[in-house]
């Protein structure tokens, strides 16, 4: 009878244990970390093509950043992520933008609805649709915009970066530090990031089903 119970007891303290680590593993899905490795996506672009990280060779790395048509503080970005683009795409680290919004929630993040910003505010840039939200929840992004940089090392991207683009998510004359650039910068110079997290501001991104 001694035996039962001791044997009782120990099955509860085992089961309590997996339970609190399965509670730990679901509570701390936070998404990627700087310096995991992070897994290639294929995802449709406004242009129709599926668009993949590891098909551009030529390519150091990457700027992510997750965004869409309705965010007002998207829509302050627009202008900047261009810019980022431009100054550094032909430095080996090309923007990918991806709305990961349920469409059903706004409209204005329709796939057609991207085409149509894409087109009139000439991204220079891939702007591709998470039609299964799978990249956004890898990633752990929670609001638009949200941004990371990914740098290419050998055939593996790991994470550098994670965070805003910059210090003032609605006046693009009032930003005092460029995370973004700065960080690139760390990179392109052979150095680590200084500054590899900071906090986002902006809208919450819309799940399916929530």
Same mark, same amino acid.
């Given at each position: ?53 590891? $098909? ?55 796939? $057609? ?98």
């Amino acid at each position: 009878m001694k035996n039962f119970k001791v044997n009782i007891i120990k099955s509860v303290v085992v089961f309590s244990v997996i339970s609190l680590c399965s509670f730990i593993r679901i509570s701390d899905n936070k998404g990627y970390a700087i310096g995991d490795t992070v897994s290639d996506f294929r995802l449709k672009s406004v242009e129709g093509k599926m668009v993949s990280m590891s $098909e551009n060779r030529a390519s150091k790395g990457y700027i992510i950043i997750f965004t869409c048509n309705h965010c007002p503080f998207s829509r302050a970005y627009e202008g900047r992520i261009i810019a980022l683009d431009k100054k550094y795409a032909n430095q080996g680290y090309p923007v990918l933008a991806i709305n990961p919004n349920d469409p059903s929630a706004y409209e204005e993040d329709s796939f $057609e609805n991207m085409k149509a910003v894409a087109k009139s505010k000439g991204y220079s840039f891939n702007y591709m649709q998470d039609e299964n939200q799978d990249v956004a929840r890898a990633f752990g992004a929670t609001r638009t915009p949200s941004a990371y940089i990914v740098k290419r090392e050998g055939d593996r991207f790991t994470m550098q970066y994670i965070g805003a683009i910059d210090d003032n998510s609605q006046d693009a004359n009032g930003v005092t530090k460029h995370y973004i650039e700065d960080a690139l910068n760390n990179l392109l110079s052979g150095k680590p990031v200084v500054t590899n997290f900071t906090k986002t501001v902006g809208c919450a991104i819309k799940w399916k089903g929530v």
